[in-house]
């Protein structure tokens, strides 16, 4: 196949791709490289977020019945730039036959904070782990009143199992220097480290001890929901 046929074959293929597609086929393909201000400009007002069965934002709808899709791992940076009420530009493919945008961006006119969407985050194992440094602002406490974390005077949240914090409790008393490794989470609204391992300075961590609870990138817990109660099972089988 020469050079030339096989240019007119990739561009069929793209032109069945985006009628049939549409949005879902773009929305894949997006990363940092593409620039969506290259892409038709929708503009109106916030009237809702829309919400997943979680309650996660996956859109708005703007005040002209206009619904906008954004992918729900934009959540705080959403509900951060974006308000119901606010007049904003969108960016993105626009349905034929219903009022529906998926979007590459969305931006608050009046501010000018967007959000814009890149992609799911990096979720591979041991990619996130970094180091944090810094000082003890505050011990962060569970509902019970067991320490579960620290704040640190940059604001970033350390947190542990209350076990661990309790066993290396003079580790985390306010004011001291602290360094922990681990999986860190920056979002608009603050960073939090899921730690592993603590100590008072990078080269003098300890691991924490045994096994963790699923944490918010570790995904739905694997081990399946708990038996039933007695009583509550499946019925027996008819006797014969």
């Not at 793209?14 to 892409?39: E, N, P």
């Not at 969108?90 to 009022?99: F, H, K, S």
């Not at 782990?129 to 009143?145: F, N, P, T, W």
Request: glycine share 12%.
């Amino acid at each position: 196949m020469n050079m030339s046929r096989k240019r007119a074959l990739f561009c069929v293929l793209l032109a069945t791709t985006a009628i049939g597609g549409g949005a879902t086929a773009f929305s894949q393909a997006r990363d940092s490289m593409w620039d969506s201000s290259q892409l038709p400009e929708s503009r109106g007002t916030v009237k809702q977020y829309t919400l997943t069965p979680r309650g996660d934002v996956d859109g708005v709808i703007l005040t002209d019945g206009t619904e906008v899709k954004l992918p729900p791992h934009l959540t705080a940076q959403t509900v951060f730039a974006i308000h119901p009420g606010d007049a904003v530009s969108v960016r993105g493919l626009r349905a034929r036959a219903l009022p529906l945008v998926d979007a590459a961006s969305i931006t608050n006119v009046a501010t000018g904070k967007s959000v814009v969407d890149n992609g799911p985050p990096d979720r591979r194992a041991g990619n996130d782990d970094q180091v944090i440094s810094g000082k003890i602002a505050a011990q962060l406490h569970g509902k019970r009143g067991e320490v579960n974390g620290v704040l640190l005077d940059d604001g970033t949240t350390l947190r542990l199992p209350p076990p661990e914090a309790e066993r290396m409790q003079d580790e985390l008393r306010q004011g001291q220097n602290v360094s922990a490794r681990g999986d860190v989470l920056d979002t608009a609204l603050g960073k939090v480290v899921d730690v592993r391992a603590l100590g008072a300075s990078p080269e003098q961590m300890s691991e924490l001890r045994g096994p963790r609870p699923p944490g918010p990138k570790d995904g739905p817990d694997r081990r399946g929901p708990p038996p039933p109660p007695p009583g509550f099972g499946p019925p027996p089988p008819p006797r014969g």
